[in-house]
């Protein structure tokens, strides 16, 4: 995963242009920006900051992550703004102690988290956070013709795609693709107080609030 988004990251936003998403991806560009207004974000898995660039005018701050130096350079460039900060960082082991954050995103990073990983990422990511804080994970909803094949599971469930880059590599890479009720029950397990789950033509977002207030 890490070495594929390392070799991606020039061509990762080409994901951005695929003519059928456009619609969408303008509504959740007016629509995110409006659940982070205000807030001090943490965002996870960052990429190229094509998410921190519609965040970052609103936010009273943004920390955002990501762990390939190759994307956060990207990101960089894109969003210069003085609330904005990047750095290196593991999804994994996030370690933000004073819990100064009011709210976190995580753009099409869940999706990518192993199913038997899904509870340490949330545990994870809560810790980091203040009691109440609005958690937002957007992803993709799986499209007949307009997403990778799915084209192998292994034994707890999780799909995979192969996908090629331009320099004519092929990448083996975890992808799930799951449905509203098993955000749900996630959330009934304590993970978080469900809040919304909204979907679009090519995409879903669940948002929670970190429990223990
Ligand atoms: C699908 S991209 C999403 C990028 C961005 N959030 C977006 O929506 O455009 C997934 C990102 O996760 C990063 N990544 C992979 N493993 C990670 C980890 N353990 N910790 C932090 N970032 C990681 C990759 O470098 C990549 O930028």
Redesign the pocket.
Known sequence: ??SY??AR?SE??R??QKPERQPDLRRIEQWLPSVLSGATVL?????????TQFIAPVAAAVVA????P??LRIAEQRVAASNVRFQV????ALSQPDRSFDAAF????F??VPLERQREFLRGLNSALEPGARVVL?DNLFVEGSSSAISEHDGHGNTYQHRSLSDGSTHRVLKNFPIEAQLHALAEEGLGKFAAYRRWEYYWAFEYLVPGR
């Open positions: 995963m890490q988004y390392a990251a990762y936003d994901v951005y965002e996870v898995a960052c990429g190229t900051g094509y998410w992550l990501d762990s390939a190759e994307t960082g593991d999804t994994y995580a753009g099409f990073w999706s990518h957007l």
